[in-house]
């Protein structure tokens, strides 16, 4: 295993993983045909769901702004 991380560190990964999410989650969102924006994929696209997941592990970590 790799070193242990310092609580400022995990924070700022944390934060920046939430914001990559939130992004995706801005993008991948459901148009009137019920396919996503951006992929075109069946609403919620793998993507969507995979950033409402980022969002749920690190929640507790960097809170929404």
């Known amino acids: 295993m790799g070193e242990p991380v310092g ?11 939430a914001a990559r999410a939130r992004g ?3 993008v ?4 009137g045909s019920g396919c ?3 992929c075109g994929r069946p ?3 793998e993507v969507r769901t995979y950033a409402g997941r980022l ?3 690190f929640e ?5 702004p």
């Open 36 to 38: 996503c924006r951006s």
């Open 7 to 17: 609580e400022l560190e995990f924070q700022s990964y944390a934060e920046a993983h």
């Open 60 to 64: 507790d970590w960097a809170p929404y």
């Open 24 to 26: 995706l989650l801005r």
């Open 28 to 31: 991948h969102r459901r148009d």
């Open 43 to 45: 609403h919620p696209c």
């Open 55 to 57: 969002i749920v592990q």
